[in-house]
């Protein structure tokens, strides 16, 4: 509990006991458990009820003695255990405790006396005992609840706690927090961002520099990498540490890093990687607070490297120091203040207010190059290499409030922790743009799957697209466009809209600007009457002064003007100016007079340029007030403009919210996987769900499902059939069939009981020649009309349950049009699922046929995602088709297959 030294109050706090009135206006005293209480525990346990034992302790015991000594008595440091007693006589009527398992969790459990339950006790105990529990640092508790125990069950959820539950063979396992989520969530999370964001600033910000390996030789990693640290201006000291030489590059040296007599904040080690962990170790005894190591050899290389650079982990965090790489190129702050180049690239960057991650050292030198060339300036660069400790989501966060950076740009290779990406940089994104390159588009290592939502996600990049679109990060297809859309989010304001101006002094680019606009979803509105009068006005009688706008020729004075008008218009939202070179004019000339309408703007609007000319970007367009990216052709402008504006909407509309539903049976649900868990329903400890716990599963969590019946024989499916009455499907339950469609273990439009039994006949008889053995059949109502949809999951060990959403049907696997999000959906995540669909004008209605229920398919897709999420043995999951109707949605097939506790993420 609270350690020796905390204070007289603190301790009290502990130990005092807590007066208090039940519901029914019992009195009721809960305090610590001492000693003297054992007797005491002992009669509570003897009084209880067989079934109450059995409940508590998941069996049958006459030992009362151990427990009662146990919480009488519990190990102050690792335990807690409270008692409630009645005001009356002092009796003990309930238990409560909790042992740790670990530094930040504890197993919690409860029993009350017969005679005492259903009045509040338990609750009032799990109030006191998280209360306890978070006052020593425990922020998660655990329980284990058998199936049947329903009223403990009742407890948590009527807590207050948001109670997450899972299955295990024959029991459920409870973990909530012990703080209440909305305000201690946003704690934690600001906590957890406030850490990271020091480390960071502690590798960026060093007072001092040491560089374990540093070399006299120029042309050598430790030779560059200490050059460059010494002619980028860094403004502390930087010590060369090498054990052969007195100096180094005219600096005196030091032969281990013990030696250097001032502080040392950062150490960057080149050295053999069978050198680079003692190093490390040396460091972690100074006092050094970051490292970057340069030198490969770690796990890139395989087995051998792999527990190197475990050995490296260990070293760092025994001591809390953190760790840059291995195996990457350094690191970079370009703020005037700073100046550190800590990284052997030949070129330094022009600061700016880029911040950049790159996992590709090789890839980081050409990036310094390229965004040099275009006038991109950077405010750090960061190389991760194996990112072995401090990852892209610790600079995420410290970019969020680097007030140095306005653009943050990722290349990324892999992502290691998908899900808490997407939660930063859905935040981060709400006020800098997050651009990314992320490799790695083909379908080698797909995940195989059985499932058509399976084949859907598993053989795509679909998810990567989908978590980036839900936490707002601009994804582009190539390095050339990743430049652009940085370069434009970097230097212009954000547009409001889709609206584009395009003003040229040549017919033909501006055509392929408008083409490209149309292609990229953006809109070439024709100009107002006097805006196109004001236009006219000053340019030549030939001149077009619809949009686009063509100048005809190449006047300077005429391109400011234009701007100036253009810009002045509400209905643009932002401005494309091509140029092409002719005889006789300046380009300095037209790029100056670009720069001062710009400069001169009536409002924030994006201009983007085209200089269609082997010069490049004019230096007038770089200024450090007015700097207008440049592109070389049309349609890459535009389609730099087009990821401003994704971003833009992305940002000004509303985040969303995760629904809660109060009418979902969680605790059945988890009984129901429970059992089937202990089935055993393959050698894994999972399996395919038997059709009546696909029902009930759904049935929790409200997913509407067409009637059905099972039958065992074909006489038994005739008469489901007529009960049911009307047309009616038949479908065979045979372990090993998954597609009943390409199995013929389906039969649909069967009316009466007579041609369904004889159906089902034929049925056993055929999949039985194919050595598919009939268990039972399953009867179904037909459901008509509507628009066929699948809605699935795919549970991804990286990036957890993936839901999908396409058109449905037997084709449903071969068709490329899906959109996926990760789970939890918010209501705005379900509506962008269905509307980013190629099909869903199907969905509106057309040729006459009414428009189908698309709040229903949303609702049901918010549903799918609440019950994946609340249960992660759920592997994968087919809803196809799901049948959209002019009233609700309803689910006509569906599968689920469930694996042990290992399937989550």
Not at 156 to 163: C, D, Q
Not at 429 to 452: E, Y
Not at 679 to 694: K, M, S
Request: glycine share 10%; net charge negative; charged share 20%.
């Amino acid at each position: 509990m609270q350690p020796a030294e905390s204070t007289a109050s603190s301790a009290t706090s502990q130990d005092r006991a807590r007066d208090t009135i039940l519901r029914d206006g019992s009195p009721i005293r809960i305090r610590p458990a001492r000693p003297a209480d054992e007797a005491g525990l002992v009669t509570f346990l003897q009084g209880l009820a067989v079934e109450s034992r059995r409940l508590r302790f998941a069996g049958l015991s006459n030992d009362f003695t151990t427990p009662a000594r146990r919480w009488a008595d519990p190990d102050a440091d690792e335990s807690c255990s409270l008692v409630a007693e009645t005001g009356a006589d002092g009796r003990i009527v309930a238990n409560g405790s909790y042992d740790r398992l670990g530094p930040d969790a504890a197993e919690v459990a409860f029993v009350v006396a017969d005679d005492w339950q259903g009045r509040g006790v338990a609750t009032l105990l799990l109030e006191e005992l998280a209360r306890r529990a978070h006052d020593d640092g425990i922020e998660t508790f655990v329980a284990e609840v058998l199936p049947e125990n329903v009223r403990m069950l009742d407890v948590f959820r009527a807590s207050g706690f948001p109670v997450r539950l899972r299955a295990e063979p024959g029991a459920m396992i409870v973990e909530f927090p012990t703080a209440l989520t909305g305000e201690a969530r946003e704690r934690f999370e600001r906590r957890e961002q406030t850490a990271a964001a020091a480390a960071v600033r502690a590798l960026l910000h060093p007072s001092a520099v040491a560089v374990i390996g540093a070399s006299r030789r120029r042309g050598t990693l430790g030779g560059e990498l200490f050059h460059n640290l010494l002619m980028g201006g860094f403004t502390g000291p930087v010590y060369p540490v090498n054990p052969n030489a007195d100096v180094v590059q005219s600096v005196a040296a030091y032969r281990t890093v013990a030696e250097i007599p001032g502080p040392v904040d950062l150490a960057v080690i080149v050295l053999p990687p069978d050198a680079t962990v003692e190093a490390a170790r040396a460091c972690a005894a100074r006092g050094v607070k970051t490292v970057v190591v340069v030198s490969r050899g770690f796990a890139e290389v395989g087995a051998e490297g792999a527990a190197r650079q475990r050995e490296l982990i260990s070293v760092c965090r025994q001591s809390g120091m953190r760790l840059v790489g291995p195996n990457c190129m350094g690191v970079m702050n370009l703020e005037p203040a700073v100046r550190l180049n800590a990284t052997f690239s030949p070129t330094l960057p022009t600061a700016g207010r880029v911040g950049f991650l790159s996992q590709s050292g090789a890839l980081g030198l050409a990036i310094i190059e390229h965004a040099n060339r275009l006038g991109l300036g950077l405010a750090s660069f960061i190389s991760i290499g194996n990112k072995a400790d401090l990852s892209g989501n610790d600079f995420l966060q410290y970019w969020e409030d680097d007030p140095s950076c306005t653009v943050i740009a990722l290349y990324l290779e892999s992502l290691g922790n998908p899900r808490k990406f997407a939660r930063i940089a859905r935040r981060v994104g709400r006020t800098k743009p997050i651009i990314a390159v992320k490799s790695g588009r083909s379908a080698a290592g797909a995940r195989a799957t059985s499932s058509h939502t399976g084949a859907r996600i598993g053989a795509s990049d679909l998810t990567v697209d989908g978590l980036f679109h839900q936490a707002g990060v601009v994804r582009t297809d190539t390095l050339g466009e990743f430049f652009d859309a940085a370069a434009v989010l970097a230097n212009q304001p954000l547009p409001a809209g889709r609206r584009v101006g395009i003003l040229t002094n040549g017919g033909g680019p501006g055509i392929l600007a408008a083409d490209a606009c149309e292609a990229d979803g953006l809109v070439v509105p024709p100009l107002a009457e006097e805006v196109r009068r004001e236009l006219a006005a000053f340019l030549p009688d030939e001149a077009a002064t619809a949009n686009p706008v063509d100048t005809i020729d190449a006047d300077p004075d005429a391109f400011r003007r234009a701007i100036g008008t253009l810009a002045a218009w509400d209905g643009i939202d932002a401005l494309v100016v091509l140029f092409v070179p002719p005889l006789g004019t300046r380009v300095e000339d037209v790029a100056a007079a670009i720069h001062d309408a710009v400069a001169a703007l009536p409002r924030p609007i994006p201009v983007v340029a085209v200089f269609m000319s082997a010069g490049g970007a004019p230096e007038a367009l770089r200024g450090p007030e007015v700097r207008v990216p440049v592109f070389s052709y049309p349609e890459e402008a535009v389609r730099a403009l087009s990821h401003a504006v994704a971003y833009a909407e992305w940002r000004a509309a509303p985040p969303g919210n995760v629904p809660a539903f109060s009418d979902a049976r969680t605790d059945v649900a988890t009984a129901v996987i429970a059992a089937a868990l202990a089935r055993a329903v393959d050698a894994a400890g999972g399996g395919w769900l038997r059709p009546e716990e696909v029902a009930a599963l759904l049935d929790c969590y409200g997913i509407r499902t067409a009637e059905w019946r099972l039958a065992a024989t074909a006489e038994e499916a005739g008469t489901a059939a007529a009960e049911i009455g009307g047309a009616v499907a038949l479908k065979a339950v045979s372990p090993g069939v998954v597609h009943k469609a390409e199995a013929r273990a389906v039969s649909l439009d069967l009316v009466g009981a007579d041609e369904v039994a004889e159906a089902a006949r034929e049925m056993r008889r055929a999949l039985a020649s194919a050595g598919h053995p009939v268990e039972r059949f399953f009867v179904q109502r037909m459901v008509t009309g509507g628009v066929e949809m699948l809605v699935g999951v795919v549970h991804d060990r990286l990036f957890g349950p993936v839901v999908a959403c396409a058109g449905g049907g037997s084709e449903a696997g071969l068709a490329r049009d899906v959109a996926v999000r990760i789970t939890p959906l918010t209501d705005r995540d379900a509506a962008e699922l269905v509307r980013s669909l190629a099909m869903a004008p199907l969905l509106a209605g057309s040729r006459g046929t009414p428009p189908m229920d698309v709040a229903a398919l949303e609702d049901l897709l918010l549903r799918v995602s609440a019950m994946v999420e609340a249960h992660p043995e759920i592997a994968e999951m087919d809803c196809n088709p799901v049948i959209v109707l002019p009233e609700g949605a309803v689910v006509v097939d569906a599968r689920i297959r469930i694996e042990g506790t290992a399937a989550a993420p």
